[in-house]
């Protein structure tokens, strides 16, 4: 592996992937581990947190809202430690914007969470975080008695004028989202009365299944969550496993690359984050999942994943997008490589994410020749099994973490060229050991 200032050159793997592997914690449980340690009263214990970017602009916003962050890099790399919470006296005032980098969980639960409080709070985040849609949080909130400003704006930089006075309203949210979900949510534990979200189809339910660690009791069924306020939130204990969408990345490699079988261990097994496990079988994969135990209650586990000869196309539907969101561009990798073609349906979220990620994968799947399309808001995929790498490509990651790991393993499983891809530092976003743990599974005979 060649590094040019921010582009690196990555060459196909010198042989199978096998035996096991741990992932870093999970994303979206690292940030909630965060966010609510900080707005409970007492000393929360947290293990297993992800030590990426994006958890570390969670980390500083708390602090910078008076939150006191005790977290110590452990010798597998995860943070550990503990976080003494505002309580019922409320976030403090900061004296600066809240700057939220590349995150859309950070800005966006942060609204929530500053809605039922009398402060006055700008959040603003990096060039791609400024493009992000807003407006379908600061909607609900504003219903329920916060104010942003300047009004009806649907980007960041925003000011977010919290009250006390907020109250809990019936969401009937139009976008999976579990980000929306949340906000909304975690509002209402401080709004007076109920706060119930439904959703076209259902979202990641982290939020549900961690608040009543934090003793707030809550409803949740498929497609729907509630809460009662007011509520108060107490310190506890969180060990968070490890991260399905870093495992995904793994999972297609071995998938991709003949020979292979793998176990990643210690991954968070909820229903609502391991959709891709059902495309790869649909695809022909031999992908299981064990389940050993549950942090909380969210369930952990064992995923196996084995090479597959003989990839064929599938289809997704719209109502399970949300269960993979993140993972559909390297399942689009995957399904390039597949006899047939593939459709995952329903994907216009996909737009609004770090990059317009439709977008970059029909523009990075053109560059190894694989013809990838919209037609309305379903994206087609028209795979190559004898795909390798043609000579001289240069994929932009264009700063999107997703994309840097996708077009990375375009090259590390494609039997063919090496390819370089641009902005590859992004990775740090999410999963900053990306490349070493591919690395630690290759076999050379
Ligand atoms: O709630 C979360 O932790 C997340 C929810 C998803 O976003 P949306 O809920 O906006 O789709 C996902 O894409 C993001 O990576 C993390
Ligand atoms: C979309 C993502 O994260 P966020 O919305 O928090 O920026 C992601 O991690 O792929």
């Not at 990555?10 to 581990?33: C, F, N, T, Y």
């Not at 008076?66 to 503990?82: F, I, Q, T, Y």
């Not at 991709?256 to 793998?262: E, M, N, Q, R, T």
């Not at 994907?347 to 919209?374: C, F, H, P, Q, Y």
């Amino acid at each position: 592996m060649d590094t040019h200032g921010n582009s690196i050159t990555i060459a196909a793997l010198e042989g199978p992937l096998m035996g096991s592997v741990r992932v870093p914690g999970d994303k979206s449980i690292s940030h909630r581990a965060v966010l609510f340690s900080a707005m409970a009263q007492g000393t929360s214990r947290l293990s297993g947190v992800l030590d990426s970017d994006d958890v570390r602009s969670s980390v500083r916003a708390v602090q910078q809202l008076g939150a006191s962050v005790n977290l110590e890099k452990m010798a597998d790399g995860s943070l550990a430690g503990g976080i003494t919470g505002w309580g019922p006296a409320g976030p403090k005032q900061p004296d600066a914007p809240i700057d939220c980098g590349n995150s859309g969980t950070t800005s966006r639960l942060l609204m929530g969470i500053l809605a039922p409080w009398e402060c006055k709070v700008t959040l603003t985040g990096d060039d791609s975080l400024q493009r992000r849609p807003m407006r379908r949080v600061t909607t609900p909130l504003v219903r329920m008695g916060a104010r942003f400003y300047p009004e009806d704006k649907d980007t960041l930089p925003l000011e977010v004028c919290g009250t006390k006075g907020l109250r809990g309203i019936e969401y009937d949210s139009p976008v999976a989202s579990a980000q929306v979900k949340t906000a909304v949510l975690l509002a209402g534990v401080f709004a007076q009365g109920t706060t119930v979200v439904t959703e076209p189809s259902p979202s990641r339910n982290h939020t549900e299944l961690m608040l009543p660690l934090y003793g707030v009791s809550t409803t949740a069924a498929s497609g729907m969550g509630s809460v009662e306020g007011p509520a108060a939130m107490h310190a506890c204990e969180i060990d968070v496993p490890g991260d399905p969408s870093s495992a995904a990345f793994l999972a297609c490699a071995a998938a991709l690359v003949p020979g292979s079988a793998i176990q990643i261990e210690n991954v968070s097994l909820n229903p609502a984050r391991i959709g891709f496990l059902r495309t790869l079988e649909q695809m022909g994969v031999d992908a299981s999942r064990r389940s050993v135990g549950s942090a909380g209650k969210e369930l952990s586990g064992i995923i196996s994943v084995q090479y597959c000869e003989k990839l064929h196309g599938c289809e997704v539907p719209a109502e399970k997008i949300a269960s993979l969101v993140d993972e559909v561009p390297v399942l689009s990798l995957v399904a390039a490589h597949a006899r047939g073609v593939t459709v995952f349906r329903g994907v216009e979220e996909l737009r609004l994410k770090e990059t317009d990620r439709v977008a970059g994968i029909i523009e990075g799947l053109s560059l190894l020749d694989v013809n990838a399309w919209m037609d309305g808001n379903d994206l087609y995929i028209e795979g190559n099994p004898d795909l390798k790498v043609p000579e001289g490509i240069v994929f932009d990651s264009k700063g999107d973490h997703r994309f840097a790991m996708t077009w990375a393993l375009a090259g590390l499983v494609g039997g063919g060229a090496p390819v370089q891809v641009r902005g590859f530092e992004s990775v740090s976003v999410s999963y900053p050991g990306f490349m070493e743990d591919i690395r630690s599974l290759v076999r050379v005979s």
